[in-house]
């Protein structure tokens, strides 16, 4: 059990500075303002929900920029289904 502790603290902890690929491309989904639902198995899938820090698709880089500075300083909704969840998946 103390094994499957420090290992799950681990992976928590390094998540912080490699991200899974998945969590690249939930991000990317993000940005984009772009919801998928893609199936692994005929009665089986998964729901990606893009919402933009913005809320808006389209955008200038400079503006892009400025909505990311915002979510880091917590002033516009983050990403995710549910607000305060930062597992994003």
């Known amino acids: 059990l103390v094994i499957a502790f420090v290992i799950y ?10 991200p ?3 969590q690249n ?4 989904c993000a940005i984009a303002n772009v919801s998928i ?3 692994d ?15 808006k698709a389209e955008g200038s880089t400079e503006e892009l920029k400025k909505y ?3 979510e880091s300083k917590g002033t ?6 549910l607000v305060g969840d930062q597992t994003n998946l």
Do not use: K, N
């Open 37 to 39: 639902f893609f199936m």
């Open 25 to 28: 491309f939930t991000d990317l």
């Open 9 to 18: 603290c681990l992976r928590r902890a390094l998540s912080i500075w490699i």
């Open 41 to 55: 198995m005929p009665l089986h899938g998964y729901y990606v929900h893009g919402q933009a820090p913005s809320g």
């Open 68 to 70: 990311l500075e915002m």
């Open 76 to 81: 516009v909704r983050g990403r995710g289904l």
């Open 20 to 22: 899974l690929p998945i």
